[in-house]
């Protein structure tokens, strides 16, 4: 029984650090892109945007027809602006400018998903996944054990750009116990500490997992993905 208490004492203390972050004013002056502006298949810039500006982790997937939205440093003449908002009040907001979609905290990263993905079966990220560790290992490396372990596997074989030191491939170790493709990209994230994710879908049979740093002049990380048969 202590155990277990101890056990529920931990996991609300970790929810309340986890809350109260999203729950803090967001600092300075906040604009973003409105939505509603920019094409469909670039709603995920203003994502990035509010990421950045609240210094959230956060995971992105696409709709099945868009391959992986831009990223711009400023938002343009259509801004959308959120200063004095926390970041749940601002991705709450900013819902209602992307209907089509919905987001939900998981553990420290904040997941915008088409309301549709989250609920269905065939849905590329809510693939089982088997369990997985990585030590000292650069997130390429992780995404492709990541996609080794998804059942059915999704991993296509393609050669890494290489890139100059900086801050994404700081090295990383990442023990995954299992779940969906979902939960693992997010403990991917919360290994790393700043960078996030974006799921997109340049055709029916190939999609691509791109991962940056929060800064907007870090590097990032692409790796093509496999969609099943029938999804």
Not at 213 to 221: A, C, I, K, N, Q
Request: glycine share 8%; charged share 15%.
């Amino acid at each position: 029984m202590l155990l277990g208490l101890l056990v529920t004492v931990l996991a609300q203390t970790v929810a309340a650090q986890n809350a109260s972050k999203l729950d803090d004013p967001i600092g300075g002056e906040c604009r973003i892109d409105n939505p509603r502006f920019l094409h469909p298949c670039n709603s995920g810039m203003a994502i990035d945007q509010l990421a950045r500006k609240a210094n959230v982790l956060v995971g992105f997937e696409n709709t099945p027809d868009c391959q992986p939205s831009g990223r711009s440093l400023k938002a343009g003449a259509t801004s959308e602006i959120l200063t004095g908002m926390s970041a749940r009040q601002a991705f709450d907001h900013l819902m209602t400018l992307m209907p089509m979609y919905a987001w939900k905290e998981m553990n420290g990263v904040v997941v915008v998903r088409p309301k549709a993905a989250w609920d269905n079966p065939r849905d590329l990220l809510n693939l089982p996944t088997n369990p997985f560790d990585a030590t000292n290992a650069r997130v390429d490396d992780v995404l492709h054990v990541l996609l080794h372990a998804v059942t059915p596997s999704v991993f296509i074989p393609h050669e890494d750009v290489p890139r100059p030191q900086g801050p994404i491939n700081r090295p990383v170790a990442v023990v995954f116990s299992g779940g969906t493709m979902l939960d693992a990209l997010n403990a991917i994230a919360r290994a790393h500490g700043g960078i996030g994710w974006q799921l997109g879908y340049p055709s029916r049979h190939n999609a691509v997992i791109t991962s940056n740093t929060l800064e907007f002049s870090g590097d990032s990380v692409i790796a093509p993905v496999a969609v099943p048969p029938g999804r």
